[in-house]
């Protein structure tokens, strides 16, 4: 085990205590439903217990209308999940934001991602308009601010408990230019971002370069990295990323791959496999988070032949 990057705050998350104890990390994924049915919750949760120590909540990803990622987090707790709530700047102002922060905080969600979200444009509610009041800089900013000064945003303070976050933020080591992707990590980090969960990983070797580039500048000491991850489906599903998805690098030999597997699937999380135990070895990674896409049960069997499990218990 290693020693932890300085700066956490003790905020009661599992995902904090497994960092802050040199373990390496693993976090799910859970998209919430598109209706009001609090059962697909607890059906979904089904496959992440005894697997990893948190699970991310979405907000609206891809600018669809999904449960709110809040009230998604409470339902998950309620089946003995650590949830990691995404909050996006896209849809709220920083008056909406602090609130939901207070009422996430009151529920005892204390786990936290901020994002600027994807543009509605991506969406079905392409004629939305997008709020960006804040971006995720400012969003770490006033996270961090409630949490240790006591105050909101406007520098008016708080009246009673204030939120206890353990404060997140993403990374995409791929996009380009490259040399400015370490330096806007290094500025999230400035911002109060104490864990970090990056784009998926394909191309191991950028996302070496990129981590070399984070050590050199020390930041491996400050905030705990964590590889993302999407087990790939099939083929076109590699493809499809590749052309569609901003941010996205993806060798053709691994399309190639998937292309003469007898089952995509089954290779599939052979590639996801192999990539997280290349990733493992990258000094600097602190853990792997898992997005499976609509695709959850596989993630028991991804993480167990990793060779991630047990994972800790710490409470």
Request: hydrophobic share 40%; proline share 5%.
């Amino acid at each position: 085990m290693t020693e932890r990057p300085t700066g956490h705050t003790n905020t009661n998350s599992n995902l904090e205590r497994v960092l802050a104890a040199g373990e390496f990390a693993v976090c799910g994924e859970l998209g919430p439903p598109r209706s009001a049915d609090a059962e697909v919750i607890a059906d979904h949760a089904r496959h992440f217990h005894g697997y990893v120590d948190a699970v991310n909540i979405t907000d609206n990803q891809t600018a669809i209308v999904r449960m709110s990622s809040i009230a998604a987090g409470a339902l998950l707790r309620e089946v003995g999940l650590e949830p990691v709530i995404q909050m996006t700047c896209r849809d709220r102002n920083r008056l909406a934001q602090q609130a939901d922060l207070l009422g996430a905080a009151a529920m005892g969600l204390n786990t936290l991602l901020c994002l600027s979200g994807d543009h509605q444009v991506f969406g079905d509610e392409d004629t939305a308009r997008n709020v960006y009041d804040i971006d995720s800089m400012h969003l770490l900013q006033m996270v961090r601010k409630m949490r240790d000064d006591r105050q909101f945003m406007s520098g008016t303070d708080l009246e009673g408990a204030e939120p206890r976050f353990f404060v997140g933020a993403a990374a995409n080591p791929f996009a380009d230019p490259f040399e400015f992707r370490v330096v806007r990590l290094a500025k999230k980090v400035a911002a109060g971002a104490e864990f970090i969960q990056t784009q998926a990983v394909y191309d191991v070797d950028r996302f070496a370069r990129w981590m070399e580039a984070a050590r050199d500048m020390g930041l491996h000491e400050k905030v705990s990295i964590m590889a993302g991850l999407v087990p790939p489906k099939s083929a076109g599903a590699l493809r499809y990323m590749k052309n569609n998805v901003s941010g996205m690098r993806i060798p053709e030999e691994l399309i190639r791959r998937m292309s003469g597997a007898q089952d995509p699937k089954e290779e599939g999380i052979q590639i996801t496999v192999e990539i997280i135990q290349q990733v493992r070895e990258i000094e600097g990674v602190r853990g792997v988070h898992i997005m499976p896409i609509m695709w959850e049960s596989a993630l028991p069997e991804i993480v167990s032949r990793a060779g991630l499990t047990p994972r800790p218990d710490l409470s």
